[in-house]
């Protein structure tokens, strides 16, 4: 018979184990890429903020609590977007036994949103070739490319002119 000595006892390992995974996942998204990644502690809410729009639940539990898990987590997209809002991403971030890089961990999320996200990263590399060729002035002369090569030239003599009035004004500050 299980006393509740031994749900506390429980209990509290549980929660160190949660504590224990959360750690190193929160300084992993903090060194990639998230530098205000931070645990939340809400009831029922994934357990990240500071890592834009998805909702991320952390865990060591055991597969089988996996779906209850990603129920948090497809919740908290959803109450986070709002009545009439598309629902954010959110994934399942599952600790993986005998990999202490956060990186190697499983995430679990829906197909169809995964597939979406690749999708999109997809679009964006062939629109960073696209800009890549006409910074390097590998485009076709005339035309559209002409007029996007000088907005960007023109954007990065901007950017230069402002970098060189702030190091004007700090060595004046000095």
Same mark, same amino acid.
């Given at each position: 018979?299980?006393? %509740? =000595?031994?749900?506390?006892?429980?209990?509290?390992?549980?929660?160190?184990?949660?504590?224990? %995974?959360?750690?190193? #996942?929160?300084?992993?998204?903090?060194?990639?890429?998230?530098?205000? =990644?931070?645990?939340?502690?809400?009831?029922?809410?994934?357990?990240?903020?500071?890592?834009?729009?998805? =909702?991320?639940?952390?865990?060591?539990?055991?597969?089988?609590?996996?779906?209850?898990? *990603?129920?948090? #987590?497809?919740?908290?997209? *959803?109450?986070?977007?709002?009545?009439?809002? &598309?629902?954010?991403?959110?994934?399942?971030?599952?600790?993986?036994?005998?990999? &202490?890089? &956060?990186?190697?961990?499983?995430?679990?999320?829906?197909?169809?949103?995964?597939?979406?996200?690749?999708?999109?990263?997809?679009?964006?590399?062939?629109?960073?070739?696209?800009?890549?060729?006409?910074?390097?002035?590998?485009?076709?002369?005339?035309? &559209?490319?002409?007029?996007?090569?000088?907005?960007?030239?023109?954007?990065?003599?901007?950017? %230069?002119?402002?970098?060189?009035?702030?190091?004007?004004?700090?060595? =004046? *500050?000095?």
């Amino acid at each position: 018979m299980t006393t %509740t =000595a031994d749900r506390s006892t429980a209990g509290r390992l549980g929660r160190r184990l949660g504590k224990d %995974t959360e750690r190193p #996942a929160l300084r992993w998204l903090r060194d990639h890429g998230a530098p205000h =990644a931070e645990h939340v502690t809400r009831g029922h809410a994934s357990d990240v903020t500071g890592v834009g729009d998805v =909702a991320i639940e952390i865990t060591a539990e055991e597969w089988g609590s996996i779906g209850k898990k *990603a129920r948090q #987590a497809e919740f908290d997209a *959803a109450e986070r977007a709002g009545a009439g809002q &598309p629902a954010w991403d959110w994934c399942v971030w599952k600790r993986r036994r005998g990999y &202490p890089d &956060p990186g190697e961990w499983w995430c679990v999320q829906p197909f169809g949103q995964w597939w979406r996200l690749r999708q999109r990263v997809t679009e964006l590399e062939q629109e960073v070739l696209v800009l890549r060729r006409i910074i390097r002035a590998d485009a076709p002369d005339g035309g &559209p490319y002409d007029v996007l090569r000088q907005r960007l030239e023109a954007e990065l003599q901007v950017e %230069t002119e402002i970098q060189e009035i702030v190091e004007a004004a700090e060595e =004046a *500050a000095e």
